[in-house]
């Protein structure tokens, strides 16, 4: 590996996540101007400056300077009050790195005060994989207790008095999520797709939401790389993406789990890392760089990855060409750009090319396809009046489109768009786009249409 070799001397000490002060750099190119007000999901739904980017940059400024501490709770809950959805940073004139300036100003945050103790003991399972996927099945076997079954939208509701006790969270019982599935895709895959004549060995990096939500998904994208001549290993040791821990500021359990997943794709000798989640793909494409960055070993594979991660659009359609599906999905679909995708993997045409290749299929675009949906991953729960309110407005985007389907690049989007279609919406049905693709694979061979 070429980038193994890099030298020592370039290694930096510390990166921001480990002192604020590195960000200084990307403070000083604010220049207040109020652009990022736009375009800011937060802000635009509390209309307060606190919730807006220039506001915690300017907290961040303050902290340096000795002017407001780390220890003030007001502090904490307007740093904390932020999607990490990287839209201010699209309509920023000085392109200022507001990602690199929120995570540092959270590692801050829990190198002062540590982390809570919930979140310390849900990351510390995590860094044990087995233990984790022990306690997902545990999970899973158990779900029935407090959740119900909703099979017409392969769903789960809270059962009372659970949705009484979790009202004020969003969890109370007309919330649906995806269950827990009692068999992991990692389970019910072997760890080596094989092919006949492979055109390219892939890596298939799955996550969590996939192996444990969305496991028809994650066949889905096995099923189409196999439809196209793509030799696929799923290794069974890799471990969460870290992102979730990454934005609560814990960064020594992402760089562990950094580490663990290196280890677990460089064993495979494959050519690409494939990912269906945007931000699994950033992780690898953009975070595993940046928090290794002083890491002389890790650093440099981290920096090789993220030049050969791709997500499976992207590969499908620049670095192979796919082949044209022909089965027929009579549908209305309409695409939601979920934020880490299109704002840090930099793919927006990418699934519209595939979607828009699948016959019987009629695109209608939304007004602002790429609108934050509100999930940010635990925002959801923290914050849930204001992330409902945005999830409201792109529901309402969606419903003008006449859709009967929200195509997704996301696993955490078709969660959180699921429950916003389902209380603002016409319960449209939430699909990958890569599960159309394979749907019309699998159609056209039960048409007997099988022609290359």
């Known amino acids: 590996m070429g980038a193994a070799s890099a030298s ?4 930096p000490e510390k990166t921001y996540h480990d002192e604020l002060e590195i960000v200084r750099q990307e403070l000083d190119k604010c220049m207040k101007c109020g652009n990022c007000m736009a375009v800011c999901p ?6 307060v400056e606190s919730g807006v980017t220039r506001a915690k940059i300017a907290i961040a400024d303050a902290i340096l ?6 220890n003030d709770p007001q502090v904490y809950e307007m740093v904390f009050n932020c999607l990490v959805c990287k839209s201010c940073m699209t309509n920023c004139p000085t392109k200022v790195n507001f990602d690199r300036i929120i995570l540092a100003l959270r590692a801050a945050l829990v190198r002062e005060h540590g982390l809570h103790w919930l979140k310390k003991m849900i990351f510390s399972t995590l860094k044990h994989p087995m233990l984790f996927d022990a306690g997902m099945k545990i999970g899973a076997a158990m779900q029935g207790i407090a959740f119900r079954g909703n099979k017409n939208r392969k769903s789960i509701s809270p059962r009372a008095p659970f949705a009484f006790v979790g009202g004020g969270f969003g969890f109370d019982a007309d919330r649906q999520m995806p269950g827990i599935t009692v068999t992991p895709l990692r389970d019910r895959e072997p760890e080596v797709v094989t092919v006949k004549d492979p055109k390219h060995r892939v890596t298939f990096f799955t996550g969590c939401s996939l192996n444990y939500f969305y496991p028809d998904t994650g066949h889905d994208i096995i099923e189409v790389l196999k439809e196209n001549d793509i030799e696929v290993h799923i290794p069974k040791a890799q471990a969460c993406c870290g992102i979730p821990v990454l934005v ?5 359990t992402v760089r562990i789990l ?4 290196i280890d677990a794709i460089e064993k495979n000798g494959t050519d690409y890392l494939i990912t269906g989640c945007g931000s699994c793909g950033g992780a690898w494409m953009h975070d595993y760089r940046e928090i290794l960055a002083a890491d002389a070993v890790y650093g440099p594979k981290a920096e090789y990855w993220a030049g ?5 659009s992207t590969f499908l359609t620049k670095i192979i060409e796919f082949r044209k599906p022909k089965g027929r999905i009579d549908s209305v679909v309409t695409y939601h750009d979920s934020c880490h995708l299109k704002k840090t993997m930099k793919v927006f045409n990418e699934p519209r090319q595939i979607l828009k290749s699948i016959p019987g299929v009629t695109f209608k675009e939304m007004t602002a396809p790429d609108s934050c949906c509100g999930s940010g991953g635990s925002y959801v729960l923290s914050h849930y009046d204001t992330s409902s309110s945005i999830g409201k407005k792109k529901a ?10 929200v195509s997704v690049g996301c696993p955490a989007c078709m969660m959180q768009l699921l429950d916003n279609v389902n209380r603002f919406g016409k319960a449209q049905k939430m699909q990958h786009y890569i599960s159309l693709l394979a749907e019309s694979y699998r159609n056209e061979k039960s048409d007997g249409d099988i022609t290359p």
Do not use: C, P, W
């Open 308 to 312: 050969r991660t791709f997500d499976i």
């Open 42 to 47: 937060v802000y635009m739904t509390e209309k």
């Open 248 to 252: 609560h500021g814990d960064v020594e």
């Open 258 to 261: 950094a580490r663990q997943n």
């Open 65 to 70: 300077t000795g002017e407001l501490s780390l």
């Open 8 to 11: 020592k001397a370039a290694v």
């Open 396 to 405: 309402e985007d969606i419903n003008t489109t006449g859709a009967e389907v």
